[in-house]
């Protein structure tokens, strides 16, 4: 009977090792690692918008692509607003993380509440801030970002309807109304929703260049010019 449990044992192992295995996460070492901010109540196009741009340079050659990653304080499922579950790739509380180069952090429910008074990820965001070529933000992800205290001197933006807001809960910023995104040194806020798009192709762009740009748009059947785009860069 020992021998028997014992057996059922190590199958167990096994299968939980192989397990793993198969569900590690595989990122190109020559390529640029992009991590995307996750939390409950993330919203679905903030999120998957500039995941599919930044992932398609994977299908373009003679460039150094992106691998592109979720992070959170967790391990467990997030479930965003519209109702998706997503495994996070890393939980940034538990596990070394690759070097980051550029971190998204898309809006999500709570990012003008609760999600302000979470230390662990405010000081993420901060020890990000310190290692990172770009960081960006979609919609509310700003209040992420000012509450950080990394866009304090910078200019930046967010969803239209929470300029106000914005204004009101960080009054020292220098804030962009009536624009799709804001390039202020390393740092791309945007409007967030459809134009997420438009502000993930941008930092495209502006690190592989227009015709790059272009065919990624293509791809995704975006018409694709920035003179069409109202932004403001610093």
């Known amino acids: 009977m020992k021998s028997i449990n014992l057996l059922f044992i190590l199958i167990f192992i096994i299968l939980v090792s192989c397990e793993s295995k198969t569900n590690k996460l595989e990122l190109n070492p020559s390529w640029y690692n992009v991590a995307f ?34 992070v959170s304080n967790t391990s467990e499922l997030v479930k965003t607003f519209e109702g998706i579950r997503v495994k996070p790739d890393f939980n940034f509380l538990k596990e070394n993380l690759p070097h980051i180069d550029i971190l998204v952090v898309p809006s ?41 205290g990394i866009l304090d001197g910078r200019y930046s933006t967010t969803f239209p309807s929470d300029i106000g807001n ?3 809960m960080f009054p020292n910023l220098m804030v962009k109304d009536n624009v799709v995104f804001v390039h202020d040194g ?7 929703g459809a134009r997420s798009f438009d502000a993930a192709l941008y930092l495209i ?17 975006i018409d694709w010019d920035l003179d069409k785009v109202p932004h403001f860069k610093k």
């Open 37 to 70: 901010l996750i939390t409950d109540g993330v919203y679905n196009t903030e999120l998957t918008a500039p995941f599919d741009i930044f992932q398609h340079t994977q299908f373009r050659r003679g460039i150094k692509a992106m691998n592109v990653f979720t």
């Open 108 to 148: 999500a429910e709570h990012h003008m509440t609760s999600d302000l008074k979470n230390i662990d990820l405010i000081n993420f965001i901060k020890k990000m801030d310190k290692s990172t070529k770009y960081i960006t933000s979609h919609c509310d992800g700003a209040f992420m970002l000012a509450q950080a």
């Open 166 to 168: 914005y204004k009101k």
């Open 186 to 192: 390393k740092y791309i806020t945007s409007a967030g």
């Open 205 to 221: 762009e502006i690190m592989y260049g227009d015709s790059m740009a272009r065919s990624i748009a293509k791809g995704l059947v």
